[in-house]
């Protein structure tokens, strides 16, 4: 692939970092843990939290024409026979007789016309066969065929079965969208790449309805937001590259669909697809429900079933993204004035899980930890902030550098204003990536931060 940069040792180091500092740990790890599930620790959650906050501002508090959902998990069954997943949503799997791996049916090599494994080299494999990817589950105390459904294989379908419901409510005019953040369940095959691809993870989905002759313009459209949605949380636009699908690619109901990828250590993959749906969704459960969930336009008087363009971002990838372009390495002076590397997460402050840490500069000095706590307590109802005062000054900092504090704040002796009377009251803001240090007023700090952090 063009522009493609593999780096092993810069993943490995990225997913050691996860763990050390609490960003992501394995699910169930005591207990050897569960292929392709991963748990959000305390640093983790945060980051989290911050991006699926700043896409909601973006897509629904900031628009007009944008309304939030929340549905449910488990849906009728009847759902996901009318949406194609129960029928449709499979991988062609091959099974290698050697090693007993089982493998997608695109991941076999073909050696000179030859097919064979890629674990093992075998080339004994079976004919390729459906393998549904949603996980089954029954409701109720009977299990039978009359119980079972899935757990959602994807969020937006809730959106399409709601349209009536939310249509009314809302009383918005097309073109208009349903936004919805939620859990989504894949029993992935082959779960890799750290978080990437995982058989739980989460979704940020807009449904924009349309009149039929606006779909292509509104694709259109969503690149440039969605673009500059990754630019605002920090993500490089050169890092990111617009994917348009193949006519062969693309699901057959869909007029255009395009990826965003970025290029993460592994490779250039997938962050969000976009894709024009048509009328394909509403139609279908219309269809299968018997009810109405055409659009009534006042104007023309005219009824019939809007279009969607599905802008559909994967959360688990994208905190991953965040993090690998975050990461970097760069060389800074220890205490004793001798430079060393450096790990630094540059995270944008926007996105970073701690804005700020303060810290008084000896522990044991304790008008230097009263007015720390004090400043802790000034900025709390802010900010997300963060007490040290174990260590020598320089290792706190370099503690939140590898976590990706953007701001630190030190209470000296000058706080107090034991040399300089015109210093009382003012701290050291040090900032991350340039460690510059300035000198500012405690009564200004809230609003020096959060215009920051914004
Ligand atoms: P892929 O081709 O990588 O399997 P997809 O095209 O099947 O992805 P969509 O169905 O378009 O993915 O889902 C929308 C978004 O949901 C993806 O862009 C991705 O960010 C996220 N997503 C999908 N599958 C997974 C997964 N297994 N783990 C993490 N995120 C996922």
New binding site residues.
């Given amino acids: 692939m063009a522009g493609e940069k593999i780096d092993n040792q810069r993943m490995e180091k990225i997913v050691s970092l996860c763990k050390r500092r609490g960003f992501i740990f394995q699910s169930s790890e005591i207990y050897g843990g569960l292929n392709g599930l991963w748990d959000y620790g305390p640093l983790g959650v945060e980051l989290k939290r911050n991006l699926k906050n700043y896409w909601w501002r973006v897509m629904v508090h900031e628009r007009d024409d944008v309304v939030g959902l929340d549905g449910s998990i488990l849906m009728n069954r009847a759902v996901w026979k009318a949406s194609g997943h129960e029928d449709t949503f499979t991988d062609p799997m091959v099974d290698c007789r050697s090693c007993k791996a089982r493998l997608r049916a695109d991941q076999i090599l073909n050696k000179k016309g030859e097919q064979q494994c890629p674990v093992c080299g075998g080339k004994d494999l079976t004919e390729p066969r459906s393998f549904n990817l949603m996980f089954k589950t029954y409701v109720g105390a009977t299990e039978d065929e009359s119980s079972v459904t899935y757990l959602r294989p994807?969020t937006a379908q809730a959106i399409f079965v709601q349209f009536k419901n939310v249509l009314e409510t809302s009383r918005k005019k097309l073109p208009f969208g349903v936004a919805q953040i939620g859990k989504a369940f894949?029993n992935?095959i082959n779960p890799r790449n750290f978080?990437?691809?995982?058989?739980e993870?989460e979704?940020m989905e807009l449904e924009y309805f349309c009149r039929p002759e606006e779909g292509m313009r509104l694709l259109e459209y969503w690149k440039e937001e969605r673009l500059k949605f990754y630019e605002n949380i920090g993500i490089a636009r050169a890092e990111l590259h617009v994917l348009n699908v193949s006519d062969a690619d693309r699901a057959f109901y869909s007029k255009g669909t395009y990826?965003i990828e970025y290029d993460f250590p592994f490779g250039r993959?997938?962050?969000?697809?976009v894709a024009y749906r048509t009328d394909y969704d509403l139609s279908q459960h219309q269809k299968a429900s018997g009810k109405s969930l055409e659009y009534f336009d006042d104007e023309t008087k005219q009824k019939f079933v809007p279009h969607v363009v599905e802008p559909?971002?994967?959360v688990?990838?994208t905190v991953l993204a965040l993090i690998c372009e975050a990461y970097t390495e760069d060389e800074a002076p220890d205490e004793k004035g001798k430079m060393e590397t450096r790990t630094v997460l540059r995270f944008h402050p926007r996105m970073a899980p701690i804005k700020c840490a303060v810290f008084p500069l000896l522990k044991n000095k304790e008008p230097l930890v009263a007015k720390a706590k004090e400043i802790i307590s000034l900025l709390r109802p802010h900010m997300f902030v963060f007490y040290d005062e174990s260590g020598a000054i320089g290792r706190r900092y370099r503690r939140q550098d590898e976590i990706g504090t953007p701001f630190g704040v030190t209470v000296d002796f000058e706080t107090l204003g034991e040399k300089d009377a015109v210093l009382r009251d003012t701290v050291t803001l040090r900032e991350r990536d340039s460690m510059k240090q300035e000198r500012v007023k405690i009564s200004e700090l809230t609003q020096l931060l959060t215009a920051r952090i914004a």
């Avoid at 978080?195 to 058989?199: D, V, Y």
């Avoid at 993959?269 to 697809?273: A, R, V, Y």
């Fill in positions: 994807e894949r992935e978080t990437f691809r995982s058989r993870f979704q990826d993959q997938e962050l969000e697809g559909s971002a994967g688990d990838r």
